[in-house]
């Protein structure tokens, strides 16, 4: 047996004391390093404010456009980088002036919506642009020029609501954790009249004590009867029952009077724009023109092209002269591509449908749609929301202050001069915007605490936005009834044409005809 000294100075390096311990703890801490960067948790941040959720995965929440949302395409990124960075000098400028000794009280709008479409999603990034185009136009009008008074001032915020439940309420967290900061009192824009769309806007809407918000709310293009319960929000869009109405007084008149009227109508469950748009056409509708019983199709189901193609042999049958198409646009092209070879094809049929028409330009199956015009057999008629066409048709109806936004002179055109108004979303976002912005701006001028304003201070003034107090909007007069709807509301009726272009036919109303200044006493 070797000396114990012997043995000691030749063992290996890392065997000898104090090496052996020196080797053990660096092995300790590259265990543990590992173990942290095994547990720890997934960094899910966007940016300040927003954060990566669901599946499949979203950026949700809120930012003042130094983020875009967008989903790694060129061209989502494309879409949204321009306006974002307006909006966002916009908010800075804002915030320089409001922080001066003396200077402007200002209030935080957030123009909530999903900002990311998917295929298969009834708005397009297009349709998203135009929006946020539209609310910057207002933001920009309202803060610097008086036709809607001075103050406060507005930031606008940017927050995408996502397409699930999990998305929608991790967005709703991020505004309500902004709502102190940036003295956020309203919510406008919404998305489109679903279910889901209605639990948001509760939340929104409801008392601070019962887990909401507390905050007023525009909806751009919501249009479904349904909504009307909802506490605290308000439409700028004709609701579904004007736009029946506007639609079945059209059928009226020459030449369409005493045509035949075949439905077609999607029975989707959970889309309260399909089903009220088919409800409200048929009570306003006279009984004895419908042709046929009602046409139903489920767009929540697989098969609807094949369902669409096995109708029209029933179509023929019963030999309407015009379609009331109660579903939304992305499903036209599935519909319209059989109607070219249709068997009664030696016939003209009209189609006429709700103001979701409007996105079917932007929309993938569009060259099916301008097929079908080309053949000469069919035309497509919607009720539109908003159109420029509709300022020189009627232009009682479209009183100076929202349209001058959108003429020469206005911002709009300065800063998108390349950019279309024919689906009209950029003005539907603008009168949500400035809808918002009279609320907030009446409710200051009745407060005694030097411009701060409420939420609720601002749902409780919406009642007072009518008669000489309506919002001249460039959709038409905003004058709001007690369940938070347009009275008489401007609807304007639009062809497309067989090459694709857009005009306005006629501009009606629920009564037949739209409200106009004269009118507001």
């Not at 967005?171 to 954790?177: P, T, V």
């Not at 959108?406 to 915007?433: C, K, N």
Request: proline share 5%; hydrophobic share 35%; glycine share 10%.
């Amino acid at each position: 047996m070797p000396p114990t000294g012997s043995w000691v100075r030749n063992r290996p390096l890392w065997a000898r004391w104090p090496w052996n311990a020196v080797s053990a703890l660096a092995l300790l801490a590259l265990l543990a390093g590992a173990l942290v960067w095994l547990l720890r948790p997934e960094d899910t941040s966007c940016a300040t404010g927003v954060e990566r959720v669901g599946t499949p995965e979203q950026c949700v929440g809120v930012t003042d456009g130094s983020y875009l949302f967008s989903d790694g395409t060129p061209k989502t990124g494309k879409n949204l980088a321009q306006v974002s960075r307006l909006i966002r000098a916009e908010n800075e400028r804002v915030a320089r002036e409001s922080a001066k000794a003396g200077g402007p009280s200002f209030v935080g709008i957030v123009y909530l919506m999903p900002m990311i479409p998917r295929p298969g999603d009834s708005n397009t990034p297009d349709s998203v642009r135009h929006e946020l185009q539209g609310a910057y136009t207002a933001q920009y009008e309202a803060n610097h020029k008086d036709k809607y008074g001075d103050t406060p001032k507005v930031k606008l915020l940017l927050a995408n609501s996502g397409v699930s439940k999990e998305q929608r309420t991790a967005a709703l967290q991020r505004i309500g954790e902004r709502v102190e900061r940036d003295r956020i009192v309203a919510v406008a824009g919404l998305g489109t009249s679903t279910d889901a769309t209605e639990a948001m806007i509760r939340t929104i809407t409801a008392d601070r004590e019962d887990g909401g918000l507390e905050l007023a709310a525009t909806g751009s293009v919501l249009t479904a009867d349904t909504l009307s319960k909802v506490k605290g929000l308000v439409r700028v869009a004709p609701t579904n029952a004007d736009e029946a109405a506007a639609a079945a007084a059209l059928l009226k008149r020459k030449p369409y009077t005493g045509k035949r009227v075949l439905v077609i109508q999607d029975s989707r469950p959970d889309d309260q724009y399909t089903r009220t748009l088919g409800e409200a056409f048929l009570r306003a509708f006279p009984k004895d023109r419908l042709a046929g019983k009602v046409e139903e199709y489920d767009s929540s189901r697989e098969g609807v092209a094949t369902a669409f193609k096995t109708r029209m042999s029933q179509l023929c049958a019963e030999k309407p002269d015009v379609v009331y198409f109660a579903g939304r646009g992305i499903d036209l092209p599935r519909f319209l591509a059989p109607l070219k070879d249709r068997p009664c094809s030696d016939r003209e049929l009209v189609v006429l449908s709700g103001d979701d028409v409007s996105q079917s330009a932007q929309a993938a199956g569009f060259d099916q749609i301008k097929e079908t015009l080309r053949s000469g057999n069919v035309r497509l008629l919607y009720t539109g929301l908003a159109h420029p066409g509709a300022w020189k048709k009627k232009a009682a109806a479209y009183p100076g202050w929202g349209v001058g936004s959108f003429g020469d002179g206005g911002r709009y055109r300065s800063a998108f001069p390349e950019e279309t108004l024919d689906d009209g979303q950029a003005i539907m976002g603008h009168d949500s915007v400035i809808t918002a912005v009279s609320g907030v701006r009446l409710a200051a001028r009745a407060s005694e605490s030097n411009g701060r304003v409420t939420g609720s201070q601002t749902i409780q003034i919406w009642k007072s936005l009518h008669g000489v107090e309506s919002v001249k909007g460039a959709s038409g007069l905003i004058s709001l009834s007690n369940d938070g709807s347009p009275e008489r509301k401007a609807v304007p009726v639009i062809e497309i044409a067989p090459g694709g272009s857009v005009r306005t036919l006629d501009v009606s109303a629920s009564s037949g005809s739209p409200l106009s200044e004269k009118d507001l006493g």
